[in-house]
């Protein structure tokens, strides 16, 4: 992962991919696909959806390379975590929320033994092509078993835009995962490019559940 190419996005606020309103496809199926548990969040940034999670009654664990991204998310909700160390990992704690800050990849079996259900709406579509695969791997083989997982992928024409995020089409999704996952689509609806729907808007979004 390009570690400077994503602190630079944070510091300089290039942050198109940031939502302030919770994510639609997130309301309307993680609750029909885990009624409850602990849930992953990769790449979490400062998403508000993570606020939605824990008002629903759900545990959080974010992971986010910007430690900018994940003191701001505090500081903007008004919320003191208590801070410390985590082998690699700084942690950001206060009830049922935490954040971890480092890289995704350095993650292991143990670290994420009591997830039951992961959210991605950020993680793979930031992934350029030459990582995605690695992504999916460390998914695939140190998720738990039975865990469940909402995915959230971006479409548009070849050309249209360069990424992140980058378009992700539904064969690719299904090549990736399935040896591990049973994989349903739910939606596809209009998406966003930089927080606005533009006229003649190539660009879709799909959700995903996947499940052993």
């Known amino acids: 992962?390009?570690?400077?190419?994503?602190h630079q996005r944070w510091q300089q606020q290039q942050i198109g991919f940031h939502r302030d309103a919770f994510h639609e496809l997130l309301?309307?199926?993680?609750?029909?696909?885990?009624?409850?548990?602990?849930?992953?969040?990769p790449l979490c940034g400062k998403s508000n959806d993570m606020l939605w999670l824990l008002d629903?009654?759900?545990?959080?664990?974010?992971?986010?390379?910007?430690?900018?991204?994940?003191q701001?998310?505090?500081?903007?909700?008004?919320l003191q975590p208590v801070v410390q160390q985590r082998g690699k990992f700084t942690e950001y704690a206060i009830d049922e929320l935490v954040i971890w800050v480092?890289?995704?990849?350095?993650?292991?079996?143990?670290?994420?033994?009591?997830?039951d259900g992961w959210y991605d709406r950020a993680a793979l579509v930031a992934l350029p092509e030459s990582l995605r695969s690695d992504y999916v791997e460390l998914l695939k083989h140190k998720l738990p078993?039975?865990?469940?997982?909402?995915?959230i992928t971006v479409e548009y024409p070849q050309g249209?835009?360069?990424?992140?995020?980058?378009?992700?089409p539904e064969d690719e999704v299904v090549a990736g995962f399935e040896s591990r996952f049973r994989i349903k689509p739910l939606a596809r609806v209009p998406g966003m490019?930089?927080?606005?729907?533009?006229?003649?808007?190539?660009?879709?979004?799909?959700?995903?559940?996947?499940?052993?």
């Open 56 to 70: 629903e009654g759900y545990q959080v664990f974010g992971i986010e390379l910007s430690e900018l991204a994940v």
């Open 160 to 168: 249209f835009r360069q990424g992140p995020p980058f378009s992700i």
């Open 27 to 41: 309301t309307a199926y993680f609750p029909k696909a885990l009624p409850s548990g602990r849930v992953l969040v």
């Open 1 to 6: 992962m390009d570690h400077n190419f994503w």
């Open 102 to 115: 480092g890289d995704v990849f350095d993650l292991s079996v143990e670290d994420l033994a009591d997830v």
């Open 193 to 212: 490019v930089n927080n606005e729907t533009p006229a003649d808007n190539p660009v879709t979004e799909q959700a995903y559940l996947l499940y052993d």
């Open 72 to 78: 701001a998310f505090f500081q903007e909700n008004q």
């Open 145 to 151: 078993r039975g865990s469940k997982g909402l995915l």
